[in-house]
């Protein structure tokens, strides 16, 4: 069983920074995907960028490309979600989520984490 426990969220302005952290516990996240959703009021679930196991490969949604950088530690099984240039349509509840797939579809991963609140005020 894994356990995801997302941290670092809060209330910031336009144009403040964040970083998001993603601890695990259980089966760790060696050879593992691991990917950062958010969930707006009233909208889906959408995809926000995801790493692979060994860190060589991410990918990122064009609404945050050049602005987020997601990396991890395998040591410390924790990934990370530096935030820069928030704007307010970055408010949204923040999950990170495990999977074995390279997919963006949030169908793809298995274990998710409770959630973090971003809120960026204007």
């Known amino acids: 069983q894994v356990r995801l426990v997302e941290s670092g969220g809060g209330l910031v302005q336009a144009g403040d920074s964040l970083k998001l952290s993603c601890a695990a516990s259980?089966?760790?996240?060696?050879?593992?995907?691991v990917g950062w959703f958010r969930q707006a009021p009233g909208k889906e679930r959408e995809f926000v960028a995801r790493?692979?196991?060994?860190?060589?490969?991410?990918y990122y949604a064009d609404s945050v490309k050049g602005r987020f950088t997601i990396s991890r530690d395998n040591a410390k099984n924790t990934v990370y979600l530096q935030m820069n240039s928030l704007k307010p349509e970055d408010t949204a509840v923040y999950y990170c989520?495990?999977?074995?797939?390279?997919?963006?579809?949030?169908?793809?991963?298995?274990?998710w984490g409770q959630g973090t609140q971003v809120t960026v005020s204007s």
């Open positions: 259980g089966r760790t996240f060696n050879n593992y995907v």
């Open positions: 790493i692979t196991w060994s860190g060589s490969s991410t």
């Open positions: 989520a495990q999977g074995i797939s390279l997919s963006t579809s949030r169908r793809s991963y298995d274990y």
